[in-house]
């Protein structure tokens, strides 16, 4: 009880960090960010027109239009028509300026002349979009003006309206109740859970407190040490780095600074707000980076910085300190009889392990869901029979819970059943052979005990985490991240090589020893090596990934073993020998961890170290990150910061520790840009330079790099190639660098400039500049070198390629359908999109699907058209598919490609600056078919003619 106790008071203080946070949220939100104005258009008619102002007064709208018309709706000349004004069925759309509710908008007209108007709310106040008309009274009336006889015309929207507009903005607010409602729960919990347990222990009782001062003190004092080794690790460990962190090692701290941006733009003092920023959060669930982990760290960050030494105490103190605990609590169930002495045991052999500290110095969330998952262990082993529904749900709601902080914790979640099944099938077997008649009834009981925890995680997963099984249900991981695959002797000496021979030595001999012994409980030390053991199977039959972080999967083993190994040691040494042998071990993991982190190779230096793999006695060396290259690198970037326009795409061809995109990025930050000024809508881009992000590094989830080569003005190459990984995987970063080298038709539209950088003494950096855009000839010879460069399709390329060259490809996503269909999703930020069909064109085809786009009043002549081209480009046919005047969004189309390399797909459209928020053209299931019926009727309404030539 006193351990659980312990636990209790440190998780009472996390949850009372975590409780700040609505109080954080009420008091530190800013609110929307006000909208930018728009100003008007000057007249350039010669007609004497006088200016009419028209104000509309509607608190709660954020973005309203103007929808106008003269003299019985018609238009005015397009030369007097104010600015972003757009024009769809004779009847003009124009954006109203925003001034503290206050919407206005500046009409040129002759005097006299008649305007008819109503006004369109697009947006809430809070930013949410909607589509709420005002059409002057129910029934319709519309707004009418004689133009001249009040300079200020003053409207004011109708209470109807306003409700109209508030019950839009309240869809979400079932969300944010039951979000408020959740956490006013378990805050209630938790504190009748404190209050019981101070009543239990009758700790506000001096007389108890003086009855038990000794046990109290030794205790309390052991837990403040125990954050004192902590604080001073991880603070040791930061200021002895001298790096700029990028890829993953910063991507958490990035998602951290990002949603503070997010929650200071949301209106968070109201039930709405919560609702939408709980919203952002479900939905990251199902991306490759979860924002669950931020939710405790936004308030630490707020009131102490974004420096790295904060963001690794928070992590340290809120998600790795409690996976310390919980490991500690699992240990004393190891051993019943000294349950104390096996907490503490455990928890300073814990902090004493390099890699379990690893994940949390570099960055990594993923010590959360360690505790997670250590949790639903500790919930079974209280009760191994689960014959409590509560435990079953608490059990299915850590792993839950340690699948969405990281989704790697699946393994975890599939060992903590197998190792379940495991114990029930070895627990039935010895029954059996005892002759226990019971055997049968208990095996059948706790297997269905079993199987309705898994059903009780797959309904907790299904109502918490359904973008993660909708992610899981769509996305091949196996596949998706084959490049990351490596050999399985390989996978397991690099997980060895993390904590040495001796170590792991010491562990199993602990293991061996105690379970021989009696010292350590045999169910629990079985269960236990029986789910590090299923873990480590699935890893290497399915994941067979390396990195520190994934050590967290078999931590639980070792901890056990050298804990097992102190137990044995006391209970079967005597005297000295038991100080000594004792105190060697504890100094000897000392000392491991030591050399693993110190950031000087100790054994490395010494030549009796070096042969005889003498070094894999002793853990590998994972010191502070350093580089010496600091000054070279931040040379390139203010020489880009001064040579490259702002918005000027760059494409950095290098994907490896030494020098990629994300570093450039992230020096860039650190040099020029104050982080926390920015709007969250900036947060992900650059002020001053434009560093595309995710270009495609790996061939397994990548694609074919053209349409980020199209897109960028500057690519930046290296000499050697970086890569991240073996080179073979990596084709999609060499054809990039081949391109320049070998001089291919596509570099001929760059000028390589004239001064070059050299990043850690061995990589010399290139940089090319854009001299002319790149043709849609050299574009399609390009993409034919490209297919033949690299020789298997990469694992995320769809069949259809972005080739529109200022059309960023973040722009437009495309995922496959069924039947070999594809849904194509573009933002209409342009007025034409061209997309290139890679698979192999079948002659006489059949091109069908379905178009959604958000209002057919604000996009206007829509339309879609299909070519077939060419290896060179030159079009051999072309039909429309479907333009926004047609009465079905369907549409099925019938073209004669025979002889066509090629077929492109055209969108284009009509947004007019009204619309400076995102709008999306949605085509489903897009299908390429070869047409059965060849005959020369449909080949002849399908053939290219010499009009469709004069069109195109």
Known sequence: MVIGGLLRAYLLICVSILLTFPA?????????????????????????????????????????????????????????RP????????????????????????????????????????????????????????????????????????ILASPTVMDAVIAAEKELTWLGAIVLAAFLSLSLIALWKGICFIRHHNLWAWSNFAQNKRFLLGNSGLLILCLLITATIAVTFVSNEKIVHCWDNAAYQDETMSRLLYFNEQPLNTLYGIGRASLGIWESFGTTYSHL????????????????????????????LPFVLVLGLIAAKMVPNNSLAAFWIAVFVTLFTMPVWLSTLNGFPDAAAAAMIGAAVWLYLRAPRLRSWRQMLLIAFCIVMAILFRRHFVYSGLAFFLALALQTSFSFVIRLRQGSQDAFREFWQKTLRICLTGLCTLAVLSTLGWPFLKLIFTEDYLQLYASYEAPVLSVIRHYHDYYGLISLTIALAGLVIAFRKNIISRQVSCFIVSMSGSALGLWLMLSKQLGYHYTLHFNLAIMAGLVASFLAMWQLLRGKKRLVVMATTAIFLIFNMFIGMWPVDILGAHPLTTGMGFRSFFADRYPPLQRNDLEQLNDLVNYLQKEVPAEAPIYVAASSELFNDDLLWHIQRNLHEDVRSYAFSEFWHSRNLNFLHWTPFYDSGGVYPLEWLLLSDYVVVTNPIQYHMAPEQQDVVTVVNAAFREGWEFANDFERLPVTFSVADTVEVIIYKRARPTSLATALRTFASIKAFVPERPGAQTSWVNITDFFHPKWVFVSRGEENSHDISINLKTSELSLLYIDEVPGQVEISGEVSYYDDDLITDLAMRIKAVDENGEILASRDLWKSNDSEAGFSTILNATQAAYLILTISANCGTCLDSEYWCIINNLKISKQADDSNEKAETSGFTALDRLIN
């Open 24 to 80: 954080y949220l009420l008091a530190n939100n800013p609110g929307s960010p006000s909208n930018e104005l728009l100003a008007a258009k000057p007249p350039q008619s010669q007609v004497e027109l006088i200016v009419q102002e028209i104000r509309y007064h509607a608190p709660e709208a954020g973005k309203v239009v103007f929808v106008w018309g003269a003299d019985g709706w018609g238009p005015v000349p397009e030369a007097v």
């Open 293 to 320: 982990h931020v939710l405790p760290i936004i308030p630490l960050v707020h009131i102490f910085g974004d420096s790295r030494l904060v963001y690794i105490l928070s992590l340290t103190f809120l998600y790795f």
């Open 83 to 154: 600015a972003g004004t757009v024009i769809h069925k004779n009847v003009m759309f124009t954006p109203m300026t925003h001034v503290d509710g206050v919407f206005s908008v500046l009409v040129h007209v002759p005097k006299g002349l008649t305007v008819d108007f109503v006004f369109r709310i697009v947006a809430t106040k809070h930013g949410e979009p909607v589509l709420v008309s005002d059409l002057n009274g129910d029934p319709p009336q519309d707004y009418h003006i004689l133009a001249g006889n009040k300079k200020v015309v003053e």
